[in-house]
């Protein structure tokens, strides 16, 4: 079965700081890869899609980078953390066509001071 | 441009009744609508969908309606259990800014349902 990892699961850091959030997909090939952030009582925010190793979207204009350097790894990155990027930040997989039907993981819980 | 809203932002229902909870979109060219729910501290969960060519589809104790006419999407939980309690979102597939892929999810900002023993 398929199983999706994200880590950390909470995460502190003083502004300027950079950051770093993993995330990693079990069990399909070739997955679709999205990076969400979902800020306190909103929905969720699409911050960008993957297609495949090294095919990185961006859907919003903001201060976080993603790279996937594997076929089922994700990393959302940023250089110098705002206090505005504080929020949960949640990693989703889809396959193929089925882009509709995402499965997401556990999240991390930024808190950007 | 297009949105997706909730008509309510919590709903509290009493164990064992029936729940609706709605919502409303403006993208008419969406393929898909879908229903996402998602328990305090967790990632979201898939709960189902409808292609945009029905108005009605059933799972296990849920049910989606869709009314295109007046852009309306709804819920609906059969005999509510504790475990229901959740923040539900709604969700269309919309066109992607970037170049990769066709469509993206756009969320509804969500219910909040809390069920009463």
């Known amino acids: 079965s398929q199983t999706i990892h994200q880590w950390p699961a909470t995460l502190v850091q003083p502004v300027g700081s950079p950051l770093s959030l993993e995330c990693t997909v079990e069990?399909?090939?070739?997955?679709?890869l999205y990076w969400y952030r979902q800020a306190a009582g909103r929905g969720l925010q699409l911050l960008f899609y993957?297609?495949?190793?090294?095919?990185i979207s961006s859907e919003v204009p903001q201060n976080l980078s993603a790279s996937r350097p594997q076929d089922r790894q994700f990393i959302l990155s940023s250089k110098k953390l705002l206090l505005s990027d504080s929020g949960f930040y949640l990693c989703?997989?889809?396959?193929?066509?089925?882009?509709?039907?995402?499965?997401f993981g556990p999240g991390t819980r930024l808190t950007v001071l | 441009g297009e949105s997706v809203g909730l008509h309510l932002p919590t709903l509290s229902v009493q164990e064992g009744d029936n729940s609706i909870i709605n919502c409303a979109y403006s993208?008419?060219?969406?393929?898909?609508f879908i229903w996402y729910k998602q328990e305090s501290g967790k990632g979201p969960q898939f709960i189902i969908d409808?292609?945009?060519?029905?108005d009605k589809r059933q799972g296990q104790r849920v049910t989606v309606l869709l009314n295109k006419t007046v852009k309306h999407l709804s819920l609906q939980i059969a005999a509510t259990q504790p475990g229901d309690s959740a923040v539900y979102f709604c969700?269309?597939?919309?066109?992607?800014?970037?170049?990769?892929?066709?469509?993206?999810?756009?969320f509804g900002t969500g219910t909040r349902l809390t069920i009463i023993p």
């Open positions: 993957s297609v495949g190793i090294g095919q």
């Open positions: 069990g399909t090939s070739n997955p679709n």
């Open positions: 409808i292609r945009s060519n029905m």
């Open positions: 989703a997989w889809s396959v193929g066509r089925l882009l509709h039907e995402q499965f």
């Open positions: 993208n008419s060219a969406s393929d898909y």
């Open positions: 969700a269309e597939t919309s066109p992607l800014i970037s170049n990769f892929g066709n469509e993206k999810l756009t």
